[in-house]
């Protein structure tokens, strides 16, 4: 005789976790440009621009500490809407080298 168990469909593991994907440079560059684009308009993305993206760490540089301050205090609240296009928490922290 099988059991409620054996008739019921399997649920795959982990489905209330993110699945966590490893996202190359590239892709992470992309969605940190388009945020930042869509923060800070046309001269926030010539002048913030990705450099690394390494051990879910996102480095940034700015050409002037204005815009390296302004990034400083939005950090968190960037790192979240990435994270949101991305899909999962790729980036852990955002570090800003100011110019």
Request: with cysteine; glycine share 6%.
């Amino acid at each position: 005789m099988r059991t409620l168990k054996d008739l019921l469909p399997k649920k795959q593991r982990d489905t209330h976790h993110k699945q966590v994907q490893n996202f190359d440079e590239q892709t992470v560059f992309y969605i940190a440009k388009k945020i930042l684009m869509e923060e800070y308009g046309l001269r926030g993305g010539e002048n913030i621009t990705p450099t690394l993206f390494q051990e879910k760490k996102l480095y940034l540089s700015s050409r002037s500490s204005l815009w390296g301050n302004e990034v400083w205090l939005e950090k968190e609240r960037l790192k979240q809407k990435m994270n949101t296009l991305l899909g999962c928490e790729a980036i852990q922290e955002i570090k800003i080298d100011r110019g």
